[in-house]
């Protein structure tokens, strides 16, 4: 069980610089323990005939840079009379840089999926053509109870849509198909499981178009904005209700604004002083 490597080979995982011979025990010495039998399982297969090639990547100790991530290719290239293995030729690739790049990507988006997630956010991606719209995030949840990726097709995605808010989309729609819009950003009330109805916050623009320009492809956000619409919402009746008592009281009152204007008065005022409201 000897290993020959190249001298730009040996310069990569920390030997000598030069084409040497290494056996098998000292090379599997240098690999990460967790990936030893990453290494004995691919040299088993290839002595008991169970395969031909040699395609793994583990992690090594290299005396220059540390651990670093290599990639093993290779297959079977001499044989005895008898067809027994005698030798395996191949490459190995440094792979470090891919696999920190991979694993930041995957943090990053492990990131992106738990903030949309405490947020009660959803992604969504609308297929123009196909007249479909993929929902992901736990927003999916919330509308069906179940999953956190669901495809929909235009008409059932309708149905999560209050009847009131379908006129303005309809027109968002037409305008993004025709061109006059690349992005939107609306506010509209879906249906939950229990019938209720819930506003939510849809924004999202054109990432792809045809040959022609026309677009085939939308994606963007959507999140909860329930709490925040309902609080506007009481203030703005309880802004109302203050108004309406403020009319009614039967006193002579008025508020003026900072640079001393009269900006509201009661109706009492108003007939005590023979002014009309307009």
Known sequence: KIIEVTEVISEMVGLPPRDTRISHDDWLERVHPEDRKICNNCLDDLIHGRSETIDFQVRYNSAQDGWIHIHNRGRI???????????????ITDITERVEAEKRLSERDQQIAEAIDAAALGTWRHDYARRTITLSGSVVAALTGDSMQMDFTIEDWVKFI????????????????????????????????????????????????????????????????????????????????????????????HTIDAEGYIVEVSDYWLARLGYERH
């Open 77 to 91: 290239s001499e044989r005895s009379e008898t067809g027994k293995p005698l030798k395996a030729t191949g490459f």
């Open 162 to 253: 209050h009847p009131d808010d379908l006129g303005n989309l309809s027109e968002l729609m037409a305008d993004t198909l025709s061109g006059k819009r690349a992005r939107s950003d609306a506010e509209y009330r879906l249906k939950h499981p229990d019938g209720e109805w819930h506003w939510y916050r849809v924004t999202g623009s054109v990432v792809e178009r045809d040959s022609q320009g026309q677009p085939t492809i939308g994606s963007g956000v959507v999140w909860n904005i329930d709490a925040a619409r309902r609080a506007e919402l009481e203030l703005a009746e309880k802004q109302e209700r203050f108004e309406r008592i403020y009319r009614a009281s039967p006193a002579m009152m």
